[in-house]
Structures are given as structure tokens and as C-alpha cells.
């Protein structure tokens, strides 16, 4: 839905107070957005029950909605503002009830400062002591010219985790740790069938991330990232791979694991796995080796199962179903 206004309905904005010593141009410029701003949240009071403030050039995590959803609903005590970026206007969620009120705030500062600014004395005004910061961000900034004289603009949210594509043959699995799991970013990020990460805190020598498959594979490929771009500490810093057997009844682990390697600079990657080594295999396990300050971002698990190859109608060896 498209909303406009009249220009008539706009207040003055030429011959405005220059804080900050901004040029004219820009107090224009900035105090029309903070009429804007105030003509489209009134536009929308009365729509839903909470109303998310984004802006046209962002992308989003893999699902960002449900990740809101469930934060608000754990969060109890009173609040005017969440947000889910660090940046700007984008990813401010507010009560439908507070619309109004936002509407008439930012009309009766319109030429004071730019719309960010506002925003906090806004939640300050109705006592909310301080920022309420979902972490890690749920929306970053991809544009590249800002609408103020076409400038170039490179503001990134340093606290957004890219989201990845999902990559190798994805065997069905369960996925376990017993590693302290930051928020929603939990094993099961890493066994779902769409792309996302786990994310946990406390990493100890002896912590484990164990991966059971449904079926007993033949792996032909492993390649393992942690950290990324945003968090480039959050790696593994020193850690092995094991191949498990023998699946455990009930139970979260295999009776048997080898050793197959180590990561060096946060990934792990082994190629061409023979065929003994990688047949008949029930887990795969992520062994941290020593402890560390920084958290654990696993960013990608990619498993190659080695294809069936058949002659003249007849499997050479059978290997799992993958999704």
C-alpha cells in the first residue's frame, strides 16, 4: 500500500533553525522525513496489533518474523521500543497503542534533528530508561546512495549475521550440543532443511556439537565454516572432526567416533574420503579442544554423500537417502 499527502499539509520547511550547523539543504531534507515519518505511522495506526519500521533498501535474516514473535513474547516487562537493527530507522518495533502518540512526537520536533535522534527521546519520554537491542541484528542496510543528494552511503550493522545458502547434500539428521546456546540460534539451525547457524557461548575443552543422521551415509566430503564476515571472532579456534558409528538408542551420540581431523582457521575441510572411512557413518561431531574467550558461530555444515553409481541396472554400493 502507497500512501501520499499533500504538500500543503506539510509545515514550513525552508528557512528552519540550522543545529548542528547543518546546511540548509540538509535540515530540509531531514525535517520533511521526520514529517513523513509521522504522516506514515499515523497512516497505519489501528492495523495490527505491533508495527515494524523498515525502510526499502534492507534485506532480512531467514526468518526474521518468527524471531520477533517469539522475543516479544518472552520479553515481560513494559516497553516502547525494540529494535532489531543497529541502525538508523530500520527494524524499530513499537505498540500499535504508542502510533499516535509517536505521529504527534515526531510532527511537534520535526526541525529540531534527524529521525534517529528523536526515536530516543521518544522511548525515554514514556520511561523507558534504556535501548532495548535484539542481538544478532535481524535486518541489514544494502543500499548504496542515500536519498539525501544521491551520496554515497556504506552504513553496515556490524551485529547482522549474513544469511547462507544452504550447501552440500543435507542428510536427514538430529543435531545435539552441549554447548550454551545463545537465544534462538540453536542445533537445530544447522539440521532444518534452509540455511541458518548456530550460535553458542562458553566454549570449554571437551564441548561437543554432534550430528546424528536418520540413515547410515557414505561421506565423501565435509567441509565445516565457523565465524563470519560480522563475527569473524566467533570461530573455532582449536577443535577435531570425528566420524561416529554404532548409533546410540535414545540417545544423542554414536558408541564408537575416529578421529578424521582438525580445523585450521575457524574450517575444517576434507576431500575425497575413502571409501572405508566414510562408509556406514551414524554422526558426525564438532570436539572443541581447548577452551576459548570468544563465542561459537557454526556458519556452515556441508556433507557430500557419495553417489551410487550402478552397472547394468545393479548398485555398486547402496548409500542414504539425502533431502
Known sequence: MVISSYINAYPPLDGLKRNYNDHPERVRFRSKQNVDYAFLVNFCANMSQYYLMLEDDVTSSRNF???????????????????FSNLGYIGKLYHNEDLPKLARFLLLFYDEMPCDWLLDLFYRSKAQGDIIRYKPSLFQHIGTFSSFQGTYNKLKDKDFVEVVKPYGDQPLASCFTDIKVYKDNTPDNICSSGPSFFWGMEIDSGKYFTMVFQKPINI????????TPEQPKDTLKLGNVQLGRQKEQKKETCKTFTNIGKFENGTFLLENIDYATGALIDCLKIQVSAPQADWLLIQKVGIWVRKEKTHNG??????????
Open 314 to 323: 545393479t548398485s555398486s554400493h547402496d548409500v542414504s537417502v539425502s533431502r
Open 220 to 227: 565423501q566430503k565435509i567441509a565445516i565454516i565457523t565465524g
Open 65 to 83: 518474523l518468527s524471531s520477533i514473535r517469539k522475543y516479544i513474547e518472552q520479553y515481560t516487562s513494559p516497553w516502547t521500543t525494540i529494535t
